[in-house]
């Protein structure tokens, strides 16, 4: 509508001069139609000689990047030809791509002749995932506006949204040895729950490495061990959510990335399974530190994992072993059983006869 616009201007104060020539002669009249037309033929064919010496890239800040915390992205565009360039568009798509959210958006700044421009873009993303920013294409237009050229570039910049670094340290680092799979404890003590000391519901205050996750999966319980001596410590993750409620997946993987931070830091490996919908796969990874264990949350979400699928492909695969489904339904458990918070915000020291660790304006009942 802008160019359809620009070009009815341009049409009838053309039309108008040629109407004055008609009827009053004169060579200004004359002369501005003249120079009305080389100046339309010029602008014109100016576009296609300038559109290949523009060139323009993303660029990323190095850096590690938590959600709810505002970063900038430039974009650098360069213009390597001899004519200035008064209207230059960017054409990008930039959204979170783990969560398939994209949007469409269209940056226009100008460049001098032999000059270069850097336009900065802030953003800040309320979701963990993967950022993806990619410039599509880049427009030209003639300085009248009523014709534009476009290129691809077709540039794709991937940004890691991971959560606070705060929220992980909330767990305390030895109440996880919640890593130690049932696997591992048949191995050590046969495979008959009777082995394995009193089993009891869950109390708020207990340890989370006392937890039988085998029987409190089939109770649909917490189910609690009273004396579990471990000879080795694994944990295996499969991790099971749905996408399409962004909100409460950003739920799921924070919780997770927590989980996995706290059992790091008490030297316990952690091995998660995903089903990747780009790759159509289960993936697995193993970290044994909290810089590979950031990799691997990066790479949950650049494959799009966390599908329910994951849980039968491992089952599968690995049949007979025992693992920790974290999903939606773990999480409601675990925000089941936090503490419970006055009016006022003041959280009870005592409950069940049993002291409740206090971080910050949360509690944790272990």
């Known amino acids: 509508m802008r160019r359809v616009k620009y070009g009815i201007e341009f049409i009838f104060i053309f039309a108008v001069n040629a109407v004055m020539y008609w009827y009053l002669g004169g060579y200004f009249n004359l002369l501005l139609g003249v120079a009305m037309i080389l100046f339309l033929l010029v602008t014109l064919l100016m576009v296609p000689l300038v ?11 190095a850096a590690e990047f938590t959600k709810n915390t505002e970063f900038v992205v430039g974009i650098r565009v360069k213009n390597e030809s001899i004519f200035p360039v008064v209207r230059c568009t960017l054409y990008l798509q930039i959204g979170n791509g783990f969560f398939e959210q994209m949007t469409a958006k269209e940056v226009t700044i100008s460049l001098a002749p032999k000059g270069e421009d850097v336009y900065r873009m802030p953003l800040c993303s309320e979701l963990c995932g993967e950022i993806e920013i990619t410039l599509k294409q880049i427009g030209v237009e003639d300085f009248l506006a009523l014709h534009e050229r476009r290129k691809p570039v077709d540039q794709t910049e991937h940004i ?27 191995s050590a003590r046969g495979s008959d729950f009777s082995e394995v000391g009193q089993v009891r519901e869950y109390i708020p205050g207990d340890s989370l490495k006392d937890i039988h996750w085998k029987l409190s999966a089939k109770r649909e319980a917490l189910m609690v061990k009273e004396r579990l001596q471990m000879s080795s410590q694994k944990l295996q993750i499969v991790l099971s959510l749905d996408r399409k409620n ?8 924070c919780f997770l990335y927590e989980l996995g931070t706290a059992v790091l830091q008490s030297h316990i490996p952690v091995t ?7 790759n159509r796969g289960l993936c697995e990874r193993t970290a044994d530190n909290l810089q590979e264990w950031k990799e691997v949350m990066e790479q949950i979400f650049y494959t799009r994992g966390g599908e329910e699928d994951a849980v039968q492909a491992f089952q599968m695969l690995a049949p007979g072993q025992e693992y920790l489904k974290v999903s939606e339904e773990m999480l409601v458990l675990w925000q089941q059983e936090e503490s419970e918070v006055t009016e006022d915000g003041m959280v009870s020291e005592e409950k069940g006869g049993r002291k409740e660790r206090r971080t910050g304006d949360r509690t944790y009942p272990w």
């Open 51 to 61: 559109m290949p010496k523009i060139t323009a890239r993303v660029e990323i800040p």
């Open 160 to 186: 890691y949204i991971l959560p606070p670094e705060g929220e992980a340290s909330e767990f305390e680092q030895n109440d996880y040895a919640a890593g130690l799979t049932e696997s591992t404890e048949s």
């Open 246 to 253: 962004p909100q409460r997946a950003d739920e799921v993987v």
């Open 272 to 278: 998660v399974y995903w089903w990747s919908s780009r």
